[in-house]
């Protein structure tokens, strides 16, 4: 009995061991990852098919997928049209430039981007991480997702009480956003087509974000913004959202 009692406690000890490297370690090794580093760098390294064009991404899902909450008529126009404006914008205005070859992100940090290039990279990028996070199979966040939007936020319905309230009250056209800063998460929006990777905008690293465009939800939600954010959260895969921390 006393033995059995000896062994529960040293498995408790090392449950405890690895909690605290879960928890604990994982984000300060996450906080030496340079995300601002040199080099190129990209999450959407695939998206683009030589060194100088970016390639609007495929969907992983049908455009009629996502429905009820994101209707197939807005997907279709949102990607083939918005986010391919984008991204034909983007590739005409770099050609030619010292942004020809580099990476999006490196082009999003650069100072002083000219105010097209911004525009449309931000747009390129922004849908980009869109489309990602999105899933018609939602998937709920891990423990170890959890235990860091609980340090951040106090629990995960005020970290989406936040989100929503930071989209809802974004004036216009714009994101809102969730990121990573190496210690913790974070939640802004940015207007237009910007984004926390640009230069005097509310940094960290974009880890799940909502476009709030009038585009992305006119035509099945009119002036109902919030209606629409409501039925984002239907859609997040947050293995996605976890797995960008580290990408
Ligand atoms: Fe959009």
């Not at 009692?5 to 090392?14: A, G």
């Not at 010292?98 to 990476?103: A, G, I, T, Y």
């Not at 974004?170 to 640009?198: E, H, K, V």
């Not at 960290?204 to 002036?223: F, S």
């Amino acid at each position: 009995m006393e033995k059995k009692t000896k062994k529960v406690t040293r498995r408790s000890l090392l449950k405890s061991v690895l909690s605290f490297s879960l928890y604990s370690i994982i984000p300060i090794q996450l906080k030496a990852f340079s995300f601002f580093g040199e080099g190129n760098f990209s999450i959407f390294d695939t998206n683009k098919n030589n060194a100088m064009n970016f390639k609007l991404p495929e969907l992983k899902y049908a455009y009629n997928a996502l429905e009820p909450h994101f209707d197939a008529r807005t997907m279709e126009i949102h990607h083939s049209k918005h986010h391919a404006g984008y991204t034909n914008n983007l590739n005409n205005l770099i050609k030619g430039t010292e942004f020809e070859d580099k990476s999006i992100e490196k082009i999003l940090i650069s100072k002083d981007l000219p105010a097209g290039i911004r525009n449309n990279g931000g747009g390129f990028y922004n849908h980009c991480l869109f489309w990602k996070i999105l899933s018609p199979n939602k998937v709920d966040p891990s423990e170890r997702l959890l235990s860091m939007i609980n340090s951040s936020f106090g629990s995960f319905d005020k970290m989406k009480e936040d989100f929503s309230k930071a989209a809802a009250t974004r004036f216009g056209s714009g994101w809102a956003w969730l990121c990573y800063d190496g210690n913790g998460l974070s939640i802004c929006s940015t207007p237009n087509q910007d984004n926390p990777l640009m230069e005097g905008a509310c940094g960290g690293k974009p880890i799940l974000c909502l476009d709030v465009w009038e585009h992305a939800y006119y035509l099945n939600y009119q002036n109902r913004r919030p209606d629409y954010i409501l039925a984002f959260w239907n859609l997040v895969d947050w293995s996605v959202v976890e797995n960008n921390i580290e990408d």
